[in-house]
């Protein structure tokens, strides 16, 4: 005879199992609808086939650390004489950078390079015009050492920061001890790697917001892949991944260094004035200038203008508020 | 208290069977299998950077990100490598040789990357201002120098030999010994410059792709992966001759033991607690 409750047996032991399946389908689904939609490019979006890419989230950092670096960032005792901060040359309540064409040394010389901007430098694959430092941290500790930047070094500025007990009991928070080397320089790098400029309009059309861009920019942005800018200015950070030689067909700016590395153009709009030397003042002279010595073309009023235009959308926003330019 | 010879032998048994134990477990094993997964990430990593060269230079690949993300992966693997060695000599000079050999590869890249843009970029050129120049009308007597000057570009995109480079430029030199026309004389010039690039960067970027493609960090890492596999074999080796030795010596431990027939009845503290489970 068919024995109906030992057909049904395997059925009711396995109700759990299927239970606990579905239980774990629910929690798949719960979470990969909450994951950020901004950090997945669809296919649909522009993202998917550009060179360039959209600014991701800020790195996930002990809020501890994070504090005590932008302290840091601010702090004169990270000069010889009390006198400079880091902030002093990279102003993040602006562009990030200054106005300044070159500044001018401790000793009264006209320093080489123009500043480059502090924010997204995290994003670039070198730093400085030569592209000569690798890390945050070592760039830190060459500007503390640089005599005609800060003039100090790691171990003056930690004896200042011994005899503070405020920043002592800080440091010991972040770090677990007292201030040293590695946790000074890992501070300050900590707080510059939060220096990224997210929500550009370029970057919200890259994710798929298509009225982000008026035609004119959009033109523009087609003009600079086709022109050929986009061979250098392209990936996260527009430029900053790859080195290239400066005044291809015709001079460009000082000669030297003849190999830099190329430049970022995040935020360039704010960010005058141009070059490792500073001596193009506005957006539209860099883009014709580049256009004779890097492409050997002269470009016509209506192509810079519309180029000009695409790079005015690269302006990001830095804690809510849109990058600006710095105060001359 | 008196003590008796065979209670003062307990502890110098004990401290040998411990002795015997630390070094049957192969107490290296650990770092080997550190440095190995370290070469195999450095393998995987080499890997996707050489598909990837490969698409930047066929411009499937648009931006260098990618690139840098590997290169940068080679060097935390090298790195991992270095915190994984033996103060051994032939190993710190095998690792030196492998990370002299990824930052020739580093170079290489850095080297491909900066042609390789420029490439792109005066490709797109040659074919916007040959097509505006080549025009079938008869409007334009350079047109079939520089359809000629095409058909010989396009061959050195496929084939960089320097026949190929010969042939571009005859061409150019013919179409720089025209006169040009004054309305179209700036695109001809622009056309020539950037002509004059390719005929340079294409035979020169494929040689930097080819001696990057040779990868002489490949023999490097073989040379490295063969010693670490021997080093390890050894340690492993030793690791089961002191298994054995610790076997023989709890055995001559039980075995002389004069007050039980099972050597540590009587104190099975003794002996019994020296045997790893492993045995």
């Known amino acids: ?328 | 208290m008196k003590v008796t010879p065979a209670a003062a032998t307990i502890p110098i048994l004990l401290l040998a069977l411990s002795w015997l134990a630390f070094r049957a477990v192969d107490p290296e094993a650990e770092r080997f299998d550190r440095a190995l997964k370290a070469l195999d990430r450095f393998t995987l990593m080499e890997i996707a950077l050489h598909r990837d060269v490969l698409s930047a230079r066929a411009g499937m690949l648009r931006n260098y990100d990618p690139l840098v993300r590997e290169l940068n992966a080679l060097r935390d693997a090298l790195g991992r490598l270095r915190d994984n060695v033996s103060g051994d000599p032939e190993e710190a000079a095998a690792i030196d040789g492998f990370a002299a050999a990824a930052a020739r590869q580093e170079e290489l890249t850095e080297k491909f990357k900066s042609d390789n843009a420029l490439l792109q970029n005066s490709l797109a050129y040659f074919r916007l201002l040959s097509a505006g120049l080549s025009t079938s009308d008869g409007s334009n007597p350079l047109a079939p120098g520089v359809s000629a000057l095409t058909a010989a570009m396009l061959q050195l995109t496929l084939d960089t030999s320097s026949a190929a480079a010969r042939d571009v430029a005859e061409r150019l030199n013919g179409l720089a010994s025209q006169s040009f026309p004054t309305n179209g004389a700036a695109s001809v010039r622009a056309l020539l410059a950037h002509a004059g690039l390719l005929h340079d960067l294409l035979p020169a970027t494929d040689g930097v792709l080819r001696a990057l493609l040779a990868a002489p960090s490949q023999a490097e890492l073989k040379t490295l992966r063969t010693m670490i596999l021997e080093r390890q074999a050894q340690s492993r080796a030793t690791a089961r001759k002191f298994r054995f030795l610790l076997y023989a010596a709890s055995q001559v431990c039980l075995g002389s033991s004069p007050t039980s027939d099972f050597g540590c009845a009587r104190e099975p503290s003794h002996c019994g607690a020296a045997l790893p489970s492993s045995i």
């Open chain 1, 1 to 328: 005879m068919f024995d109906a409750s030992g057909a049904l047996k395997p059925l009711i032991h396995s109700v759990p199992l299927v239970a606990g399946c579905l239980a774990l389908l629910f929690v798949i689904a719960v979470t990969v609808g909450a994951a950020p939609k901004s950090q997945i490019p669809s296919s649909r979006s522009p993202a998917a086939q550009e060179p360039i890419t959209p600014i991701p989230p800020a790195p996930d950092t002990d809020p501890l650390k994070l504090a005590l670096g932008e302290r840091l960032f601010a702090d004169p005792r990270l000069s010889h004489d009390g006198t400079l901060t880091y902030s002093s040359c990279h102003d993040v309540h602006s562009n990030g950078a200054d106005s300044k064409r070159l500044r001018t040394a401790r000793d009264g010389s006209v320093m080489t390079f123009n500043i480059p901007t502090v924010f997204n430098a995290a994003l670039s694959f070198r730093l400085n015009w030569e592209g000569n430092v690798r890390t945050l941290e070592d760039q830190s500790e060459s500007s503390l050492e640089n005599a005609a930047n800060l003039a100090t070094n790691a171990n003056e500025v930690l004896k200042k920061l011994d005899a503070d007990p405020e920043m002592v009991r800080q440091f010991s928070q972040a770090y677990g001890g007292p201030p040293d080397r590695t946790s000074l320089l890992d501070a300050i790098a900590t707080f510059e790697r939060s220096l990224l400029t997210p929500g550009s309009r370029f970057d919200r059309w890259l994710s798929g917001d298509f009225v982000a861009l008026s035609p004119e920019e959009q033109e523009g942005y087609q003009l600079f892949k086709s022109l050929g800018c986009v061979s250098c200015h392209q990936g996260v950070n527009i430029g900053g991944n790859l080195f290239e030689r400066q005044g291809i067909f015709h001079p460009l700016a000082s000669p030297p260094p003849e190999i830099v590395r190329v430049p970022s153009l995040r935020n360039v709009a704010t960010t005058p004035p141009y070059f490792h030397d500073g001596s193009a003042p506005t957006l539209e002279e860099a883009v014709r200038r580049m256009g004779n010595a890097q492409l050997d073309q002269t470009l016509s009023d209506a192509q810079i203008k519309a180029i000009v235009a695409f790079l005015d959308t690269l302006t990001g926003t830095y804690r809510g508020a849109p990058v600006t330019a710095a105060s001359p």
